[in-house]
């Protein structure tokens, strides 16, 4: 089984959690990680320090991938960390193993 984090804002978890899928960007890509880290570091390490993603570490969706789903996801080449689903939106039904306050570190 293949887990994954998507690190998120308040409004993002809620969304997340109530609709139980990951929306994709507006290129049709979701991006995730295997890489569990403190919400200092997902702004260091994944947005890059980008303001417009300041918070988005606070939360984490932690989440396993089915088998047809884990065929679109793709490392990816610009950052370790990232990992990309490339299938548009990733339904998440019965498949979040967690969604809050990402604890790591604190």
Avoid: C, W
């Amino acid at each position: 089984v293949d887990v994954f984090y998507h690190f998120t804002d308040d409004v993002g978890v809620a969304g997340i959690v109530s609709g139980q899928l990951l929306l994709p960007n507006v290129k049709g890509k979701v991006y995730m990680t295997k890489s569990l880290l403190s919400p200092q570091e997902v702004e260091n390490s994944i947005f890059i320090g980008n303001p417009l993603y300041r918070g988005h570490g606070n939360n984490v969706v932690t989440f396993y991938v089915r088998n047809h789903q884990r065929a679109q996801i793709f490392k990816s080449r610009d950052n370790h960390h990232e990992y990309i689903y490339t299938g548009g939106t990733l339904r998440l039904h019965g498949q979040i193993i967690y969604a809050g306050p990402n604890l790591i570190g604190q």
